[in-house]
T-cell receptor, first 113, second 112 residues
Framework: DVKVTQSSRYLVKRTGEKVFLECVQDMDHENMFWYRQDPGLGLRLIYFSYDVKMKEKGDIPEGYSVSREKKERFSLILESASTNQTSMYLC????????????FGSGTRLTVV | KQEVTQIPAALSVPEGENLVLNCSFTDSAIYNLQWFRQDPGKGLTSLLLIQSSQREQTSGRLNASLDKSSGRSTLYIAASQPGDSATYLCALFTGANSKLTFGKGITLSVRP
């Protein structure tokens, strides 16, 4: 089975800190995605990547950046954390052909205080 | 723009009941449709994936159907159990920009 591993289940950070959320997948998937999930708003796409060194903005990229230096790893960076970035962050991956759907990680609950 | 609707937002049923969760979408030009389960505070677990050329998929007590012409998918859960309590989300992939479009989910509670 494909596994998508998010390095932290829970994080508490202070306003203004630079925050790194790490995601690693082990099945050579080309595509990787970062979502945030908030009550009443559902899942919203922040950034995604089709390949190493490539990145595309999703629906809500403001305040975030990403890094994909290796195919298996996709990092989400909060340049200067703010309280409105308190959320559940979900990483996902898929094959380029999308034939087998998406696989999600277990999520990181980030609280910014 | 593709819109995905899941109604009702919450559902409570007694154990043993057969139930149907609905997902409707506005654009029939979809590539595939995926049903996920999410337990509180956890990530999404894939339940079933239906390709656009398929009409249904089955896994154990779960059966998902797809009717593109009517813009509808259903997830059928047979003989529901308390362990089925979770939020169920449907998501569509249209092939454009490789993005999934999610519904907001149906939170199911199965009472013992």
């Amino acid at each position: 089975d494909v596994k998508v591993t998010q390095s932290s289940r829970y994080l508490v950070k202070r306003t203004g800190e630079k925050v790194f959320l790490e995601c690693v997948q082990d099945m050579d998937h080309e595509n990787m995605f970062w979502y945030r999930q908030d009550p009443g708003l559902g899942l919203r796409l922040i950034y995604f990547s089709y390949d190493v060194k490539m990145k595309e903005k999703g629906d809500i990229p403001e305040g975030y950046s990403v890094s994909r230096e290796k195919k298996e790893r996709f990092s989400l960076i909060l340049e200067s954390a703010s309280t409105n970035q308190t959320s559940m962050y979900l990483c996902a991956s898929s094959l380029q052909a999308h034939n087998y759907g998406y696989t999600f990680g277990s999520g990181t609950r980030l609280t910014v205080v | 723009k593709q819109e995905v609707t899941q109604i009702p937002a919450a559902l409570s049923v007694p154990e043993g009941e057969n139930l149907v969760l609905n997902c409707s979408f506005t654009d029939s030009a979809i590539y595939n449709l995926q049903w996920f389960r999410q337990d509180p505070g956890k990530g999404l677990t894939s339940l079933l994936l239906i390709q656009s050329s398929q009409r249904e998929q089955t896994s154990g007590r779960l059966n998902a159907s797809l009717d593109k012409s009517s813009g509808r998918s259903t997830l059928y859960i047979a003989a529901s159990q308390p362990g089925d309590s979770a939020t169920y989300l449907c998501a569509l992939f249209t092939g454009a920009n490789s993005k999934l479009t999610f519904g907001k989910g149906i939170t199911l509670s199965v009472r013992p």
